[in-house]
C-alpha cells in the first residue's frame, strides 16, 4: 500500500515524536546534574536517624540479615503494616556503604534524582519542548518536599518513583499503540477489532511498575487504577484515531482483557516483593493458620493464606489509625502546606551567631507550591477550551496522588503532608503546561505575545529558585541562627 493513502490528519495523530533531540539530552545532563548534588551535599546530616527512618533503616538492615523484618531486643519477628520492597531498596545503600546515616539514604537520592529525569523524558514525549521539559526538571529538583524526601531513608520517595517509572511507560506505550495503527493501515490493514498490533512490551512493563509501587505502600493502588483506565481511554483514542467506525464497541473487550492482565501482572508483582518472609520461617504470621489450628506444619495453600491474613490485618491498622500526631495534617491543607513535617532539630550547633538552629524541615517550595492550585484551575480551563487530553492527564495524575485521601477524612485517620508526593510530578507538570501555555506557539511576524510570555515563564523559574535557594538550609540541617531560622517560618505556629 502507498503511504500516500494514508491521510495526513491521521498521519499526525498516530505519529509519534521520535527520537529525544540533543537539546533534551543536555537540559537532562544538567538539570540531573545540578539536583545529584543538592541531594548528595551534607547527606550524612544528621547523623542519626529522623523522624521515621528509626523504622525503615531498621527493618532494612533486618531484611539484609534474616530475610525480614525483625526485633533484635525480643528475637521475634517485628509486626509491620508496610510492604517490604521500599525496604529492601534502602537495604541496597546499607549492603554497599554500611550501615550508616550515608548508606541507608543514598538510595533515597537515587531514586529522587532519577525520577526527575523520568518526568523530563516523560514531558518531552507529551510537549515536544525541551525547555519545558527542562522547566518541569528544574521545578522538581527545586521543591523543598521532593529535596528533603530524596534525603531520607522512608519510604514515599520510592513510590513516587515508581509510580514516575509506570507514567512513562504508559506514555511510551501509548505511542507504540498508535505508531502500530499507523504501520497497519500504512500496510493496507483495516481498523477493525480484530487487528493484530503485537505485544505491548511497554504496557506490561507498565503494570510490573505498578505492582512494585504497591509493594511499596498501599496507596500506589490509586495508580494502578487509573493508568488501567488510561489504557483503555488511549486505545479507544488510538481506534478512533485510525478510523474505526465502532471504535468504543471495538475497544471494550481488549480493555476488559487489559485491565485484568495489569492487575494480575501488579498482584504477581506485589507478591514476588515478599520472597523474603515466604522464604523465613521467621516472618511475622507466617505460619499463622497451623499455629492458630493446632496444625503440625503448614497445607500447600497456607503461605498465601498467611500472607491474606496479614494483610487483613494491616488494613485494619491502617483503617484505624487516629492517634493524634503533633504534624499531622488533612488532604485540604497539603496544597496550602498548611502543616509540614518536622524531621530533625538541633539547638546544639556552631553559626554565626550565639544562638543557633539545625533543623530538617520537610516543606514543599512556598512560591512553587502556592503556584499549584492557580494552575489546576487553569488546567482545568485549557483542557476544556483546548479540548487537549494531555491536560486531562496530568490532572488526573495529580489529583489521584490527594483526592482518594479525603475519604478517610470523616474517620479522622492519621495524615501527614508527604503523602501528597506521588502527586508532586503531575502538579508540577501541570504548572509547566500553563507556563507553554503562557508562552504561547512559535513567534509569528509582528507578534510579540512569545517574547511576553517567556519574559513571565523565566521571572516565574527565577522566583521559584530564589525562594529554593533561601530555604535550603531548613531543608538540609544547615546551620543558621536562630533569627534566621524564624524569618524562614512564614506562617508562624503552623510551621513550627
Partial sequence: MDTGVVPAVVRRRLAGPGRYPA????????????????????LGRPREVMFDEVYYANEAQDLLQRGVEWVPEQGTP??????????????????????????????????????????????????????????????????????????????????????????LLLVLDREQRRARWLALLEAGGKPNRRARLGVPWYRIACAVALGCACAVKWSGLWYLVLFATLVAVFDMSA????????????????????????????????????????????GYFRHWYAQSHGLPHDRLVDPLVNLLH?????????????????????????????????????????????????????????????????????????AIARRDGRAWLFMACALAGILPWFESMPAHRTMYYFYALPAEPFLVLAVVYVLGAIIGPPRRPGSDRRLVGSWIAGIYMLLVAACFAYFYPIYTGGHITYAQWLGRMWLGGRWI
Avoid at 537539546?23 to 551534607?42: D, E, I, P, S, Y
Avoid at 509491620?80 to 543514598?106: C, D, S
Avoid at 497539603?334 to 546544639?348: D, H, I, K, Q, T
Wanted: net charge neutral.
Fill in 310 to 382: 496479614y494483610h487483613q490485618e494491616a488494613y485494619h491498622f491502617h483503617s484505624t489509625l487516629d492517634t493524634p500526631h503533633r504534624y499531622q495534617s488533612w488532604p485540604w491543607q497539603w496544597l496550602l502546606l498548611g502543616r509540614p513535617v518536622l524531621f530533625a532539630y538541633e539547638s546544639n550547633v556552631a553559626c554565626d551567631g550565639s544562638s543557633c538552629a539545625s533543623t530538617v524541615l520537610l516543606l514543599g517550595t512556598p512560591l512553587l507550591w502556592w503556584s499549584f492550585l492557580p494552575a489546576l484551575a487553569a488546567l482545568g480551563w485549557l
Fill in 78 to 167: 517485628e509486626y509491620v503494616v508496610h510492604p517490604p520492597l521500599g525496604k529492601w531498596m534502602i537495604a541496597v545503600g546499607e549492603q554497599v556503604f554500611g550501615y550508616n546515616a550515608f548508606g541507608w539514604r543514598i538510595m533515597a537520592v537515587l531514586a529522587g534524582t532519577a525520577s526527575i529525569l523520568l518526568i523530563m523524558m516523560a514531558t518531552w514525549r507529551l510537549l515536544r519542548s525541551p525547555i519545558l521539559a527542562a522547566a518541569a526538571g528544574l521545578l522538581m529538583a527545586m521543591d523543598g518536599m521532593h529535596l528533603v524526601l530524596s534525603r531520607a531513608a522512608l519510604l514515599d520517595v520510592f513510590l513516587m518513583f515508581w509510580i514516575v517509572v509506570a507514567f
Fill in 23 to 42: 537539546a533534551f539530552w543536555w537540559a537532562a545532563l544538567l538539570v540531573t546534574g545540578v539536583a545529584l548534588v543538592l541531594r548528595l551535599l551534607n
Fill in 239 to 282: 481506534r478512533r484515531s485510525a478510523g474505526a467506525r465502532h471504535w468504543i464497541a471495538d475497544s471494550l473487550a481488549p480493555a476488559a482483557g487489559w485491565a485484568l492482565a495489569i492487575a494480575g501482572i501488579a498482584l504477581v508483582t506485589y507478591v514476588s516483593a515478599w520472597t523474603g518472609w515466604f522464604a523465613s520461617d521467621d
